[in-house]
């Protein structure tokens, strides 16, 4: 026999807690939602007028108080390529090695250990670092190379622990099938493993790309803020989201700041969109 | 003992004082079978019997468990397949192993069967199809996706996963092909084709059929080991274990009074 107990406070309406969470649910997806279209809207609308096809190929006048911010779309570009061409084959591979290769020892924990700190430093340390270590020690000078170095050691961590979660999450049976059936660790990894982690190593690899894209500390240290057109990968650039920063810090011309800030948000809406169809297309074709 | 020494050479995996630890866990003691040309043996038993523990040994799977050790050897055609000079992936090819769920790789039908053979490095694209039928033919499966073989395995249903997961270990043409529970999540019909598919089978190869259901031992083997705890109980012709077992503990088994 259970005894008869005394209820306390009275008993919520199981119906009316369902009723209070939901609307409460909503309104947080809601606020983050608004929040996240205010900011595109309100940049979009300052921004839009002034895109014209002159705005984005021609080069910038008066230290970009008129004319285009071209030089700046092709050194972020170039600066971002060179990041991902050096993080990526890092990051990745040493995940496949922390997964699929070693057996968890003190060097993998080392290892990831050393990576999290990593990703906890803020950016304007590792500016300084770029700084001192690539333009000065390594005479490499505000460049191209100096920012693409110094942001690949920045994403690192992000590119290298997303693909380590997609690793992990890829079912153990997978492995197992592929080695019974006589596959080497490297033929299980590059025709099993890797093609089902691919989605979230993407996905890492984008949420890079947006770092990189909008980074403003960490490359002003390090490629500098020349308005010149970067011709190799040796010469000193600008970026967009430091140009956008000078420009509106500088107060030389806000609707050109904004202008900026509107083809960095497009650009990263795209990037984002590309990969998404990718992964759509790709996951299609296994399920 | 008499019937083991007669068949001697004809020997096609040999299990000697086989003790197998997963740390300080003895997961099979002292475990010594033997498995004849084209028979399928059944090793029926309760959970944790150590079942699973000698496929994964005699496939090597366990090669990737750090605590893994064993003591006795395993003898494939005589040699020891634990030599350092033995080719572990080779080995693999020869020991087929069809796992007890379904495990279809995410990729189509096609490649799914053909995976034993593209790692093993064949491209001629005849031979791959040729094989694939083959096998799918073996497993009792072609009829079903003849016309849909580029179609992502996952969309298969449980039973043809299973079916399917068979043919792939047929098509890399393995001397061995052992299977742990096969027809553990299916239902009867499902079973009933791939029962069909092993007597049909063993006349091109040697079979271990793994199996906690009796029933399924009775029915689909020559020959019938029975684990317990680690322990080879004992080991005979089928129909005999089953009509006069000669330990009591494999009589209750049998009977369903445990397990």
């Known amino acids: ?287 | 003992m008499e019937l083991h020494d007669r068949r001697e050479e004809k020997c096609k995996l040999r299990v000697e004082n086989l003790s197998v630890f997963y740390g300080a866990v003895q997961a099979i003691k002292s475990l010594s079978l033997r498995v004849y040309p084209n028979e399928i043996l059944g090793i029926t038993g309760p959970s944790s019997g150590g079942k699973t523990s000698l496929l994964h040994t005699i496939n090597r799977l366990n090669d990737r468990i750090p605590t893994y050790r064993h003591e006795g050897r395993v003898l494939l055609d005589g040699d020891d397949i634990y030599h350092p000079d033995v080719d572990v992936n080779q080995l693999r090819r020869r020991i087929g192993i069809v796992f007890d769920l379904p495990t279809p790789l995410p990729k189509t039908i096609f490649e799914n069967v053909v995976f034993g053979l593209r790692v093993a490095g064949v491209r001629n694209r005849t031979v791959l199809q040729e094989r694939t039928e083959q096998a799918l033919r073996d497993a009792i499966l072609w009829d079903e996706v003849k016309d849909r073989l580029n179609q992502p395995a996952l969309r298969l249903s449980g039973g043809q996963q299973q079916r399917l997961s068979i043919a792939r270990a047929l098509a890399a043409q393995p001397e061995i092909v052992m299977l742990d529970e096969p027809c553990s999540g299916l239902d009867p019909i499902s079973t009933l084709k791939i029962e069909q598919a092993l007597w049909d089978l063993k006349e091109r190869y040697t079979i271990v059929l793994v199996s906690q259901n009796v029933q399924q031992t009775s029915r689909a083997t020559d020959r019938a080991a029975f684990l317990l705890m680690g322990e080879l109980v004992e080991c005979g012709p089928t129909a005999e274990m089953f009509t006069n077992p000669r330990d009591s503990r494999t009589a209750d088994f049998l009977e369903g009074r445990f397990g």
């Open chain 1, 1 to 287: 026999m259970i005894p008869d107990q005394p209820s306390r406070r009275p008993r919520l309406n199981p119906e009316k807690v369902h009723v209070a969470a939901v609307v409460a649910l909503w309104t947080t997806a809601g606020v983050t939602l608004a929040v996240l279209a205010a900011i595109i809207v309100f940049i979009l609308v300052h921004g839009l007028p002034m895109l014209t096809p002159e705005f984005l190929l021609a080069q910038p006048e008066s230290m970009g108080r008129a004319g285009g911010i071209f030089p700046t779309i092709v050194g972020t570009l170039a600066l971002t390529a060179v990041a991902l061409a050096i993080a990526t084959p890092l990051g990745v591979g040493t995940a496949i090695y922390l997964n699929e290769y070693s057996r968890g020892g003190r060097a993998a924990a080392a290892i990831r250990f050393g990576v999290d700190c990593l990703a906890g430093v803020p950016s304007i340390i590792f500016g300084l670092f770029g700084f001192i270590f690539f333009v000065i020690y390594l005479k490499m000078g505000w460049s191209v190379l100096s920012g693409g170095l110094t942001l690949a050691v920045m994403v690192l961590p992000t590119i290298m622990r997303t693909a380590e979660e997609a690793l992990r999450a890829v079912p153990a049976s997978y492995r197992q099938v592929s080695f019974a059936t006589g596959a080497t660790t490297w033929q299980t990894v590059t025709r099993v493993v890797l093609p089902v982690a691919l989605p979230g190593t993407v996905t890492g690899i984008v949420l890079s790309i947006g770092r990189c894209v909008g980074e403003t500390a960490a490359v002003i240290f390090t490629a500098g803020t020349a308005l010149r057109l970067p011709l190799s990968i040796f010469s000193p650039t600008r970026t967009m989201a430091v140009h956008f920063y000078i420009l509106a810090r500088e107060g030389l011309s806000m609707p050109h700041a904004y202008g900026t800030a509107a083809v960095l948000v497009i650009t990263i809406l795209l990037v984002n969109t590309i990969a998404n169809a990718i992964m759509l297309r790709f996951r299609a074709g296994v399920t």
